[in-house]
């Protein structure tokens, strides 16, 4: 189960890649999605969100089950 603060901590390292006033990608059988997988993330905040609980799928980005 995520935390809320994993989720928000996770949200604003990723807002730094998109503009803060775009849609999150989206919400599907428990996961959620932030960007899509052609947004490239530094490898710090990569490892970062990888310790919140985040993880990089192939089809629609940065994600977390929910």
Do not use: R, T
């Amino acid at each position: 189960m995520a935390s809320f603060n994993d989720v928000i901590k996770g949200l604003q390292i990723l807002v730094k890649y998109a503009d803060p006033d775009d849609d999150i990608g989206g919400a599907d059988h428990d996961l959620i999605y932030a960007l899509p997988p052609d947004v490239e993330v530094s490898d710090a905040d990569a490892k970062a969100l990888e310790k919140l609980g985040w993880f990089f799928d192939d089809e629609f980005g940065w994600a977390h089950h929910v």
